[in-house]
């Protein structure tokens, strides 16, 4: 059975730069952009003949450093219960990459970044970008580490997008893939809390049009949209197991200071992600997951034969990716006949679980990838 | 091995390609897939066997199974397998329809009815039979439909669907005489008889 866990202990993020002029990233748009840094980091090793590496793909607000600690850090990266010795994404068995999104603002290339052609700061400038672009920038550096073919791509939410995007564009290169809570499209409810929490932060003055980057970003705007963001990601019981109506000073005071804890909690998210996110990022990410559509013929053509196997996770109180998303996912495999395994995980922490239920989504990894790497070893191409 | 996965094993084909409908913790798939090499998929609606299912290295799918077929072309499975589980579901109709048109051929089995423990039960006791084949008490039973060997082929005939083999199971061993009256379960494995 699987080995004591442990911590992946110090890790460094790495930068990557390419698509150098006159080689710039055509994107789907049309547009080009170029020079591209993409920020990572890399877990455990990578063998021989190259064929354990895994491809982690964060979410909305996640970055490059899914693991372990940053030197003179207390908190660990975004997924560090999944990524270490030991654990679902065992690194001693594993090469992990993760990358930041183009469009992110943590190290790759987004809206904060200095356009070299003005020497400025991209701002709203920056060229809208899709989940498409994201995954191709991705592929720039699969290829700079001199992998063929990845044993697995994964990530939740967003993550699931650019897995499930990474299958439609490089089938062959992904010998299994986990999309987690997630779809292969954004629904007009998903499109709303996205379009909400944009006009947050373009109706607050500070936005100034985008072109913030001299002065104050948006911090009103911005953390409201986090706000609207963090409810989405809970449940209404989660909401009442974790909050209930309790009162921060145990009586109600008659003011509009937050009172109720749930209030407490919102704001101080709100607060604290404004310190590490930047406003102009939260538009351009959240607008590349609205036109991700991948249904039907997008994901995989009528003619195409695909042998990436899939386990596909979802989580039964999760409204904002509800399951039926991702059994349309598996649905749409299966009339392909694409090898794929469904569960559906019964949590009461909506799409926040997919950070939480760590037993469950351990359990199921950590089997199917012992499944797929066996087959790897047996070189069998199903 | 069980009897009833024994009989089941012996009907498969090497390297065929199989549904197993309420595939419970992956047991009979596996055992097809190490021995038989066939390509299996599962379908089962309880969570826990999903987890169990996985640890053996199967493909399965969360859902129940009157849902679950929809998505196949005709014809995508050598065998469509429910074992125990049709009795289960509300629309058997529907899903032996179903596993017939996704699977070349299907593999039922069910506990029989008629079987003379549970006669004598209804009979001389007046109560609900519970016996090995049939455990559970009236108010806890998954089962929606008590059926019997009998009630089985005469739905068969009046489907035009065609029975290619029908295994008749005691406690330990097969039954070969009045099989509606001594076997507790029955295994069918049947196809469409039109176009076939």
Not at chain 1, 44 to 62: M, Q, R, T
Not at chain 1, 342 to 365: M, N, P, Q, R, V
Not at chain 2, 121 to 147: K, M, S
Request: charged residues 25%.
């Amino acid at each position: 059975m699987m080995t004591e866990k442990s911590s992946l202990g110090i890790v460094e993020t790495k930068y990557f730069t390419f698509a150098h002029a006159p080689d710039e990233l055509v994107l789907e748009s049309g547009q080009k952009l170029g020079p591209i840094t993409l920020a990572y980091e890399t877990y455990g090793e990578l063998n021989k003949d190259k064929s354990n590496a895994i491809w982690v793909c964060h979410a909305l607000s996640g970055d490059a450093h899914a693991a372990g600690f940053h030197k003179d850090d207390k908190k660990p990266g975004w997924w560090d219960e999944m990524i270490g010795p030991g654990k679902a994404f065992d690194t001693n068995k594993y090469f992990i990459v993760c990358s930041n999104v183009i469009g992110g603002c943590r190290g790759s290339t987004g809206p904060s970044s200095i356009n070299p052609k003005t020497k400025r700061p991209y701002g709203i400038n920056f060229p809208v970008i899709t989940i498409g672009d994201m995954v191709e920038a991705q592929r720039h550096l699969l290829d700079e580490l001199g992998i063929e073919r990845l044993l697995c791509v994964t990530g939740g939410s967003m993550g699931g997008m650019q897995t499930l995007q990474w299958v439609a564009a490089y089938p062959d290169r992904v010998k299994s893939a986990i999309p987690i809570a997630t779809s292969l499209k954004h629904s007009p409810q998903q499109i709303a809390f996205d379009e909400v929490g944009r006009q947050a932060i373009m109706a607050d003055p500070a936005w100034r049009g985008g072109n913030y980057y001299s002065h104050v970003q948006p911090e009103r705007g911005l953390a409201l949209a986090r706000m609207i963001g963090h409810i989405t990601y809970m449940s209404d019981q989660s909401m009442e197991e974790k909050f209930s109506r309790r009162l921060r000073e145990g009586d109600y005071r008659f003011t509009f200071a937050p009172e109720f804890e749930v209030e407490g909690y919102l704001r101080h998210r709100g607060d604290s992600f404004v310190q590490r996110f930047d406003a102009n990022s939260y538009l351009f990410i959240t607008k590349a997951m609205d036109y991700l559509d991948l249904s039907g013929e997008k994901f995989i053509p009528q003619d195409k034969k695909i042998s990436t196997s899939f386990l596909v996770l979802a989580f039964k109180s999760d409204w904002l990716y509800p399951s039926y998303q991702s059994r349309d996912i598996v649905s749409f495999l299966k009339s392909r006949d694409v090898d794929a395994t469904y569960c559906e995980i019964k949590s009461t922490y909506g799409h926040d679980a997919f950070l939480l239920e760590l037993d469950e989504e351990t359990h199921l990894i950590h089997h199917f990838l012992a499944r797929i790497s066996q087959s790897v070893k047996n070189g069998n191409g199903r | 091995m069980k009897l009833d996965h024994q009989i089941i094993f012996d009907i498969v084909k090497r390297g065929a390609k199989v549904m197993d409908l309420g595939c419970g913790d992956g047991e009979l798939l596996s055992i097809l897939v190490d021995k038989k090499q066939v390509e299996a998929q599962g379908i089962e609606l309880k969570e826990e066997a999903i987890y169990k299912c996985v640890e053996r290295g199967l493909s399965v799918l969360h859902g129940d199974i009157e849902s679950g077929l929809g998505v196949y072309p005709n014809k995508s499975f050598d065998y469509v397998i429910l074992n125990q589980s049709m009795q289960e579901v509300n629309n058997v109709d529907y899903i032996i329809g179903e596993a017939l048109r996704v699977g070349k051929r299907a593999i039922v089995g069910f506990p029989n009815f008629a079987h003379i423990t549970a006669r004598c039960e209804i009979f001389f006791g007046g109560r609900t039979p519970v016996n090995d084949a049939l455990p559970y008490r009236w108010f806890d039973t998954p089962n929606v439909h008590f059926l019997t060997i009998k009630d089985f082929r005469e739905f068969c005939a009046e489907k035009n669907i065609q029975i290619l083999k029908a295994c008749f199971l005691g406690k330990k061993r097969l039954i070969r005489i009045f099989p509606n009256l001594f076997a507790q379960n029955a295994i069918f494995e049947i196809t469409q008889s039109n176009g076939e």
